[in-house]
């Protein structure tokens, strides 16, 4: 794997130029996850960044007063067509506090929303999911944008949730250019590829035929052929 550095915006940000993106791509930065939220700012600034030749991602910042699907499907909208890498889930709200069993529900129901249209994998952090999903194990295997804000550019982290780490964001708020809001900075491994996690491993259920009139006993041995 190769640690590569990111950027994350918003609206807040504001509007992108070219020259902008450029800029921050001389700094070192190869990729931009871009908050869908705010129209105008996110076409902006996915243009811009994909004009210099930047991988783009997605996040969404749910509110769980909300309904997950409706305000997916909204945001979304707002890229207009425009392709980008991946979609990050965004789990921090605390105004509104379900049950455990209705955040993990609510988690689900806006990641099924994406899918077929885009990647999904989820930004939050430990102490967050730990108390708001009794640390669920229900999306392990999938991707985490994890926040540390520990000022430290690796990839060092706490595990939780069964995940796979993909991103670490270690700074918030920090200006970059003149002219802009504050960016948010990021550490990410580049993976061979953006395929969707294995499938669980588990228990099967074979089938034998017993031949009539067989006779069990107990610790009796059974051999069979695997086509």
């Not at 931009?32 to 902006?44: E, F, H, K, P, Y």
């Not at 890229?79 to 209705?102: A, K, M, Q, S, Y």
Request: aromatic residues 14%.
């Amino acid at each position: 794997m190769t640690i590569k550095y990111a950027v994350d915006c918003s609206s807040w940000t504001g509007m992108m130029s070219v020259a902008q993106a450029q800029a921050i791509k001389d700094m070192g930065y190869t990729k931009a996850i871009v908050n869908l939220w705010g129209r105008d700012t996110c076409q902006s600034q996915v243009d811009a960044f994909q004009a210099v030749g930047m991988e783009v991602d997605g996040y969404i910042y749910y509110y769980f007063a909300q309904d997950p699907v409706e305000r997916t499907t909204r945001l979304l909208a707002n890229l207009d067509g425009r392709v980008i890498n991946f979609l990050w889930l965004d789990w921090e709200d605390d105004e509104t506090v379900l049950t455990i069993p209705d955040t993990i529900n609510y988690i689900q129901r806006a990641q099924d929303a994406c899918t077929g249209i885009v990647y999904t994998g989820h930004y939050t952090r430990r102490e967050w999911w730990v108390r708001r999903t009794g640390d669920t194990q229900v999306f392990a295997g999938q991707w985490i944008w994890d926040a540390t804000n520990d000022h430290t550019p690796d990839m060092s982290w706490n595990p939780y949730g069964g995940f796979r780490h993909y991103m670490e964001q270690y700074a918030f708020d920090v200006q970059l250019l003149p002219g802009l809001g504050n960016f948010d900075l990021n550490v990410y491994e580049d993976p061979p590829a953006l395929t969707e996690p294995p499938p669980p491993t588990g228990t099967t259920t074979t089938t034998v035929e017993i031949p009539a009139g067989a006779v069990l006993n107990s610790g009796a041995t059974f051999t069979w052929a695997v086509s």
